[in-house]
């Protein structure tokens, strides 16, 4: 990074002012400081810091907009990673980097699982005991996370689980949660948002007796299609350069790609369709909505089913948070131009909708039995967190991650309430998605009045908005170290993370 940013960031850290960056800040040319005296030093530092704030946005409300997808290509869909043998649910996953074709005829470096660019989907059933052999084929180190998945410590896949190049590790666990829609991805100390962002992601869908009798639509590919949302900035030679993109604040993309498509579109019959939305961008925030303005209804969180199916008209997603929609394409005005969207009205996901009719479904009106108890409501407060900063200063409760140091114990299958609070800074703060480890958790209250009824369901990443407390009630119940940390990724390898270790 050039001087300007470095007297920038210094600037800014006297003043104890934060936010969030938009644009990717470019070095000047290098100033003799020697020749100025105090009162030239503040002008030249105050200039540089208008210069900067015109190109940051203080939050993740004003960001550069995604270019619409002219939907000229047919979305890719994951594919479903065949088990090792019929005899056991192993599994073989490989970190591996290759070329990928998203422009046409132009080649791309890319990593992903298993293939060049993004990764298989895994499935588990409850009850499973699940074997899965992780090979390293890249040239650094990385590590392989399981999202969202109970499992103990030591499968996790945090940093502290490097699998050096040309390295592997079997992990065995017993899937003990209920259905949902989970996801995989590296999570090497330092290296996590340039591993995912060059294409390290996958999904995990866990499915039991309850998700297959609920009558929902269940067609992989066909009426369930997963949708994974990652914007990019490429270069003019249609490459990712990470580098060149990369920002202190989160790196943010002009161009939308999901399922690693560019320009997508996803054709479907006139049939109720379920959508499973994973925000896997380093950074970007999503506010998901259809362009008529129809409603549609969320079955699911990150960890699982609501209770009750609840009609939104739009859906915030911040990065690695899910959910699981479903839009009733037969009941839809499809003679216009129909289209998912961006809040800010950018065209994400063009809809073709065929004259056919496609499988008879259902939305239940009971898919689960989450509750919240009094007891877990009335508990104290045994976890503090506080968010705060910006850019390479970020913290978590004053400190920057230090994988020598455990911040929290906790007993092993002990519920207790932790207090998120996201400290606002002098420019008002930003909006971080918190994630915990190893763990679901249930939302008690946000600023002390109940989860909008949406999130009244299991989850294990969270959006905290400036000035916001939010309690969780949380119960490990495997043993180890988990990571909590911000997830806009920059934020994560610039340290805002800690450590719980259960016992």
Known sequence: MGIKIKITALAISILVISGCSNANSQPDEEMDHSMMNDEEMDHSMMDMDDDVMENEHMSHDEVV????????????????????????????????????????GIETNTYGYNGTFLGPMLRFDKGDIVKIRTINELDENTTFHWHGLEVAADADGGPHDVIKPGEEK?????????????????HPEGKTAEQVYNGLAGLIYIEDDNSTSLGLPNDYGKNDIPLIFQDKTFDDKKQLNYG??????????????????????????K?????????????????????????????????????????????????????EIVVDFSQLNTTNDLALINEDGSILLPFEVSDQSG?????????????LTE??????????????????????????????RIDFT?????????????????????????????????????????????????????????????????QFKHKGVYMFHCHILEHEDNGMMGQVKVE
């Open 244 to 269: 060149a993109a990369m920002n202190d604040d989160g790196t943010i993309g002009d161009t939308l790609l999901i399922n690693g498509t560019l320009n997508p579109k996803l054709t479907v019959k």
């Open 410 to 474: 906790q007993q092993q299958g002990v519920t207790e309430v932790w207090e998120i609070y996201n400290k606002p800074d002098e420019m008002g703060g930003m909006i971080h998605p918190f994630h915990i480890h190893g763990t679901q958790f249930k939302i008690i209250s946000r600023d002390g009045k109940e989860p909008p009824e949406n999130e009244r369901g299991w989850k294990d990443s969270i959006s905290v908005q400036p000035d916001e407390r939010v309690k969780i009630a949380i």
């Open 271 to 323: 049939e109720k369709v379920r959508l499973r939305l994973l925000n896997g961008s380093n950074a970007r925030n999503f506010t998901f909505k259809l362009n008529t303005g129809d409603s549609f209804i969320q079955i699911a969180t990150d960890g699982g089913f609501l209770n009750d199916p609840v009609a939104l008209k739009e859906i915030t997603l911040t990065p690695s948070e899910r959910a």
């Open 170 to 186: 079997i992990i065995e666990f017993k899937v003990e949660q209920e259905a949902a829609t989970l996801w995989f991805h590296p």
């Open 65 to 104: 907009s995604l270019n619409d997808s002219t939907g000229e290509n047919e979305l890719k869909i994951p594919s479903m990673l065949e088990r090792d043998n019929k005899e056991e649910v192993a599994y073989t996953v490989r970190a591996q980097k290759g070329k990928t074709e998203i422009f046409d």
């Open 359 to 371: 499988k008879i479904s259902r939305i239940p009106g009971k898919m689960n039995n989450f509750s």
């Open 375 to 404: 007891e877990e409501m009335n508990l104290p407060v045994t976890k503090k967190v506080e968010l705060f900063g910006m850019m390479d200063q970020v913290t978590i409760n004053g400190k920057k991650f230090d994988s020598e």
